[in-house]
């Protein structure tokens, strides 16, 4: 099992930084984890039964508690503090935060949703293809 050696709260930057034990170091924009959230009420209870996070830009980080030897609870400023981020869910996200966030942004131009909080009308669907490349 990864464990975590160090994790920071960059309140200013809305970043939170962890260091792994294997070496590895990420830095996750709070918008990112809690668009990633590991919830149920993010994730569904299967394939299929996501929610597409919109309006997150803005999201702040209230606290970190850990949680056992496995986990970090997240409380957001937005109300959500479901999800339990468990150091191998962490890790995962930091080795593929790149495609993960693309794929992201390609679904919400496609569900013509946005990041801004507030403007989140649905609009017209978009021509296939996406412009995050």
């Excluded at 299967?46 to 850990?66: C, F, N, Y």
């Excluded at 479901?82 to 679904?107: P, R, T, V």
């Excluded at 669907?125 to 995050?132: A, L």
């Amino acid at each position: 099992m990864i464990n975590p050696t160090e994790i920071t709260l960059h309140q200013q930057t809305k970043q939170l930084e962890i260091a792994f034990d294997d070496g590895a170091r990420y830095r996750f924009p709070y918008e990112f984890l809690r668009v990633f959230s590991p919830s149920a009420e993010v994730r569904g209870h299967g394939s299929g039964q996501e929610t597409l996070q919109v309006g997150k830009r803005d999201v702040s980080i209230l606290s970190a508690i850990p949680v056992g030897s496995y986990a970090i609870k997240l409380a957001f400023d937005d109300g959500h503090d479901s999800g339990l981020y468990s150091w191998d869910y962490l890790h995962e996200l930091g080795k593929y935060q790149d495609a993960m966030w693309h794929d992201y942004l390609c679904k919400l131009e496609a569900a013509g949703g946005s990041r801004e909080p507030g403007k989140n009308e649905v609009k017209p669907p978009k021509p296939k293809g996406c412009g995050h490349y």
